[in-house]
């Protein structure tokens, strides 16, 4: 009689566990029915990249003057410039200028030290090949400018969904003029200084 008493708590015992545990699984599930989509439809949707995105490195050759300070601040040394000495005018004069995405870690110092802002970061991050000698860009490839995510006809821009308004699940249907879900740092500094006005009158 004991065992048979034993058998059906230990019966009731794992019941009550099971359920335990179908119930954790099920407040997650429900708790992510309650949260934005995550889901893009790429490559037919893509999302617009930050204000201050770091992509591939676009390259003017006429405002280059041959310094390597790009090299120097380089954590790997990786541009390589290719320059002579011009007799004439006593200046460099560059010859060949290349990066290889293949290596590089677009840490932005390249374009951060440039003197004469030759380099610039663009908004271009697909650069899968087949090939990894073709990520080595030269200055003519460098000199090309990425087409823009919002000028593309083939694709639908996306914000990015952490940045839809409260309230909002779909990023197709923003409503006109609306803002961020967060505020900008110029946004939060007025507001402090409109509460420190506040504390001292």
């Not at 545990?21 to 997650?28: A, E, M, T, Y």
């Not at 949707?45 to 995105?53: A, G, N, Q, T, W």
Request: net charge neutral; charged share 25%.
């Amino acid at each position: 009689m004991l065992k048979f008493l034993k058998q059906v708590g230990d019966y009731t015992k794992e019941a009550v566990q099971a359920a335990r545990f179908i119930g954790q699984g099920l407040s997650v599930t429900f708790d992510h029915m309650r949260r934005r989509p995550i889901t893009v439809q790429y490559p037919y949707e893509k999302l617009i990249p930050s204000e201050r995105f770091r992509g591939r490195i676009h390259f003017e050759y006429d405002k280059c003057i041959s310094c390597e300070v790009c090299v120097r601040v380089c954590p790997i040394n990786l541009p390589v410039v290719d320059w002579e000495f011009n007799k004439e005018t006593k200046k460099k004069q560059l010859k060949h200028y290349s990066i290889d995405f293949g290596v590089c870690i677009f840490c932005g110092n390249c374009v951060e030290y440039c003197p004469t802002n030759c380099l610039s970061m663009t908004e271009d991050y697909e650069l899968s090949t087949y090939d990894r000698h073709q990520l080595n860009y030269d200055n003519v490839a460098l000199g090309r400018l990425p087409y823009k995510v919002t000028d593309d006809p083939m694709v639908t821009p996306l914000r990015e969904l952490v940045y839809l308004p409260k309230g909002v699940m779909d990023p197709h249907d923003l409503p006109p003029g609306s803002q961020r879900a967060g505020q900008r740092p110029e946004e939060i500094s007025e507001q402090l200084e409109q509460n420190s006005e506040k504390t001292q009158a």
